[in-house]
């Protein structure tokens, strides 16, 4: 709970260095706009990306299981809290071309996934943790401005890390309660391709935008996850990894025309094919494994909000939205990934 606390503290503080930096940033930035440290209005999350890099903040229901139940309540659904502190931020970018026509820019992205049950009334406890970072990303745009085809775009991040941990009281008590496994270590590393038409780069118009991300572990052998014996965490032979090395996802990204007020609508949609743990958190020691394998199945996110630009300011935190948020699939928090059967729906706020 107190690392969690702490880590919580260092993305607040980081995230307000960003936006002091944003706050000082001239007006005129733009994608015309070339140099060290300046913002570029592409290769950004959508509103729907499951593993964003913005910052969300939201209250949420969501399916209940025995393995985060932390009162043994027994309910099918329980509210949360969950936060997302995520940056992407400038290292260089280049317009080149007739009437700049082509675009590169070099960002460094990371986030933190905090997800707390501050509704429980003994502890609040932390129920998990996802940290990402990696070296950074490079994107490449070339711009047509030809109706409906307004660019297209292609991201390359050589080298991400994916680092996840339940909190304190949770594995205090799976380990109390004699629960077979107590931790997985979910911790790989993965490359990331992305290609994007009609990148969202003019806020204000109208705009389609279509996405489709590829990830690949860069060490297939040795999975997503694993449990290690040796540090108490757990039986090994509890886990069936099949080592499925990828992920894929399909995103759609909807956006009005921006009011003279500066609202419009967005709606924002994923389909993601990923990997379900194949463990069961619900094993007591002794008990009987019936755990499946590793399988693949998909998952959906769905935004839908109403979002706010910042007149004559476009950079970071120049836009906010609230929304709702819809999620099905298997649970896409840290070693609870097994779990298959997980909804949630919430109000969501967002920074970006």
Same mark, same amino acid.
């Given at each position: 709970m107190k690392i969690s606390k702490q880590i919580f503290g260092i993305c607040c503080c980081l995230l307000c260095v960003v936006a002091l930096r944003a706050g000082n940033a001239s007006d005129s930035v733009s994608a015309g706009r070339n140099g060290w440290f300046t913002y570029a209005p592409y290769g950004k999350s959508l509103l729907s990306d499951v593993h964003p890099n913005f910052v969300r903040?939201?209250? $949420?229901?969501?399916?209940? #299981?025995?393995?985060?139940?932390?009162?043994?309540?027994?309910?099918? +659904?329980?509210?949360?809290t969950q936060g997302c502190f995520g940056m992407d931020l400038p290292v260089w970018n280049g317009n080149f071309g007739a009437g700049g026509q082509f675009g590169i820019s070099i960002t460094l992205a990371a986030s933190a996934y905090l997800w707390m049950d501050l509704f429980e009334p003994q502890t609040s406890p932390v129920i998990n943790t996802d940290y990402r970072i990696g070296l950074p990303t490079a994107t490449f745009i070339q711009r047509f401005n030809r109706r409906f085809l307004k660019n297209y775009s292609v991201a390359w991040s050589p080298f991400k890390? @994916? %680092?996840?941990?339940?909190?304190?009281?949770?594995?205090?008590?799976r380990v109390e309660a004699g629960y077979?496994?107590? !931790?997985?270590?979910?911790?790989?590393?993965?490359?990331?391709?992305?290609?994007?038409?009609? @990148?969202?780069?003019?806020?204000?118009? /109208?705009?389609?935008?279509?996405? $489709?991300?590829?990830?690949?572990?860069?060490?297939?052998?040795?999975?997503?996850?694993?449990?290690?014996?040796?540090?108490? =965490?757990? =039986?090994?032979?509890?886990? #069936?990894?099949?080592?499925?090395?990828?992920? $894929? +996802?399909? /995103?759609?990204q909807y956006q009005t025309p921006t009011s003279r007020h500066g609202f419009q609508g967005v709606i924002s949609a994923e389909i993601r094919n990923r990997v379900v743990y194949g463990y069961d958190l619900t094993l007591k020691n002794g008990e009987t494994d019936n755990s499946p394998s590793d399988h693949r199945r998909f998952t959906y996110n769905i935004f839908l909000g109403m !979002?706010?630009?910042?007149?004559? +300011? =476009?950079?970071?935190?120049?836009?906010?939205?609230?929304?709702? !948020?819809? +999620? #099905?699939?298997?649970?896409?928090?840290?070693?609870?990934?097994?779990?298959? /059967?997980? %909804?949630?729906?919430g109000i969501a706020l967002v920074f970006q």
């Open positions: 903040f939201e209250v $949420v229901g969501n399916t209940n #299981h025995q393995a985060f139940d932390f009162t043994h309540s027994g309910k099918k +659904y329980r509210p949360g890390h @994916e %680092s996840t941990h339940i909190g304190d009281e949770i594995q205090i008590q077979a496994i107590r !931790r997985v270590n979910v911790s790989y590393n993965y490359t990331e391709c992305v290609f994007t038409l009609n @990148e969202p780069e003019d806020r204000s118009v /109208q705009c389609h935008t279509f996405r $489709v991300g590829l990830m690949l572990l860069w060490t297939p052998k040795e999975g997503w996850y694993r449990i290690t014996t040796s540090a108490g =965490d757990g =039986d090994a032979s509890l886990a #069936h990894p099949a080592m499925s090395p990828f992920e $894929v +996802y399909l /995103q759609y !979002r706010y630009n910042i007149p004559g +300011y =476009d950079g970071y935190f120049s836009r906010f939205s609230i929304g709702v !948020r819809l +999620y #099905h699939g298997n649970c896409p928090f840290g070693h609870f990934r097994s779990i298959e /059967q997980y %909804s949630q729906a």
